[in-house]
T-cell receptor
Framework: EAQVTQNPRYLITVTGKKLTVTCSQN?????MSWYRQDPGLGLRQIYY???????DKGDVPEGYKVSRKEKRNFPLILESPSPNQTSLYFC????????????FGPGTRLTVL | TQLLEQSPQFLSIQEGENLTVYCNSS?????LQWYRQEPGEGPVLLVT?????EVKKLKRLTFQFGDARKDSSLHITAAQPGDTGLYLC????????????FGDGTTLTVKP
């Protein structure tokens, strides 16, 4: 089954404790992206990747890191999480960037205390 | 930064009524997409519009892309409770295909 998976689905952590949210897709998509969703703010793009080893900042990259060493995986790293990073995070992938259907993962709800 | 403004933010209607959701920007987009999101799930694509003035129909849903490719609308005819959800428009950057901008969303509730 074609899908985007994220782990963990739920995470409660404390300020400053490094964490990684994994994202994997099995559709051989070149483009992957991370978003955060907050009430009343819609989805805001954090980082995106056009292909392996090619990443770029979205609209809200501060406090986040990403890597794209393999085509299928695009982990989101929070080196020192802060409470303002409490949010619902979505990973998405598409065949290519620009107008192609983005397939979203189920989301990761992160709470930073 | 390109911005997309959706209106209304919230909409509560009775089954059988018609409704229109708007997505507006001062920027030109190379394409614009509409997604629907249900609680606890990620957004799912409904349609992509690419050409200015384009109209696409998906059963009771009609999507229109503005002539200048700066705005779009979603019209639902005879809404049903199953249409309840969060509707999001999203645009791809005209000069940077990797950038993706989403509107704030319209929460639609259709009461039986």
């Amino acid at each position: 089954e074609a899908q985007v998976t994220q782990n963990p689905r739920y995470l409660i952590t404390v300020t400053g404790k490094k964490l990684t949210v994994t994202c994997s897709q099995n559709m051989n998509h070149e483009y992957m992206s991370w978003y955060r969703q907050d009430p009343g703010l819609g989805l805001r793009q954090i980082y995106y990747s056009m292909n392996v080893e090619v990443t770029d900042k979205g609209d809200v990259p501060e406090g986040y890191k990403v890597s794209r060493k393999e085509k299928r995986n695009f982990p989101l790293i929070l080196e020192s999480p802060s409470p303002n990073q409490t949010s619902l995070y979505f990973c998405a992938s598409s065949q290519l960037a620009g107008g192609h259907t983005q397939y979203f993962g189920p989301g990761t709800r992160l709470t930073v205390l | 930064t390109q911005l997309l403004e959706q209106s209304p933010q919230f909409l509560s209607i009775q089954e059988g009524e018609n409704l229109t959701v708007y997505c507006n920007s001062s920027s030109v987009f190379s394409s614009l997409q509409w997604y629907r999101q249900e609680p606890g799930e990620g957004p799912v694509l409904l349609v992509t519009v690419v050409t200015g003035g384009e109209v696409k129909k998906l059963k009771r849903l009609t999507f229109q892309f503005g002539d200048a490719r700066k705005d779009s609308s979603l019209h639902i005819t005879a809404a049903q409770p199953g249409d309840t959800g969060l509707y999001l428009c999203a645009g791809d950057g005209n000069t940077n295909a990797g950038k993706s901008t989403f509107g704030d969303g319209t929460t639609l509730t259709v009461k039986p």
